[in-house]
């Protein structure tokens, strides 16, 4: 790929999914942090956006479940949103503060909402950070009017929609390169349901139409090197300790 985002020496990408933490503080900037010291180039985040138009870094579409607070994030103001604290402890934080405090991350936004569009737009614009984000999202619909309002390119993956197609392709011998004109990478799972979307034949045929396959979320060193093997060119995983003794131990991690 051309795009600066999948720059990585060659080697593949270890995504650290939602940051790195073992005590439960996904998507926290103690988590980013703790990833990017122990040498992630790359982390991945889900965003929301708050009533009031800001982008927050969070997986789910309510406060309940990471925070000591409830409710939904796109019915509450920023300064509410705020003072919600993941495992009690460190603040939600907003997307473009995740840009601005690791300028030489590359970051790997999932758009989970309607509500966080152009919020994420605006991070992005304000932070210029277009180098170096790759707009996912289940909803095809939900990355073009995400990208649409940028003024730059950046990299992109496939939406759920994309993948089918492709699956589809591949699993007939047929080119994949128009399922995937739009995007630059595949971010999916190993399976979903009984379908296999990452075998040596899939990962084959997005080589040959030039887009990355990256796979989520492997958290078992075996799973990682039988992965590797296959010649995926990234894998997202909560378990960046263990991603890293594997690269290295493969000599793929970069010095």
Known sequence: MTHAYFDNAGAPIALAHRGFSREGLEN??????????MGATHV??????????VAVALHDSR???TTDAHGAVSAQPWDQVRHAKIGGISPVPRLD?????????????DVKSASSIQ?????????????????????????????ARLSRPVATSAGTRETAAFALAA??????????AQVDALQVPPRAGMLTLVSSRTVAA?????????????NDPAQMDALLD??????????LDLLIEVLRRRGQWPA
Do not use: K, Y
Request: net charge neutral.
């Open 171 to 180: 699993a007939v011998h047929r080119p994949v390169t128009r399922a995937l």
């Open 206 to 218: 997005a080589h040959a139409a030039a887009r990355q396959v990256h796979v989520w979320t492997i």
């Open 63 to 65: 406060l309940d479940r």
């Open 230 to 239: 296959l010649g995926v060119d990234g894998l997202v995983s909560d378990r």
């Open 119 to 147: 919020p994420v737009a605006d991070a992005i614009e304000r932070t210029r950070a277009h180098d170096r984000v790759c707009i996912a999202s289940f909803s095809t619909a939900r990355r073009r009017a995400t990208v």
């Open 97 to 109: 503060a995740l840009l601005d405090a690791f300028p030489d991350t590359r970051v790997n936004i």
């Open 28 to 37: 926290s900037m103690e988590a980013f942090a703790a990833a990017v010291a």
């Open 44 to 53: 991945e985040t889900d965003a929301h956006g708050t009533v009031d138009g």
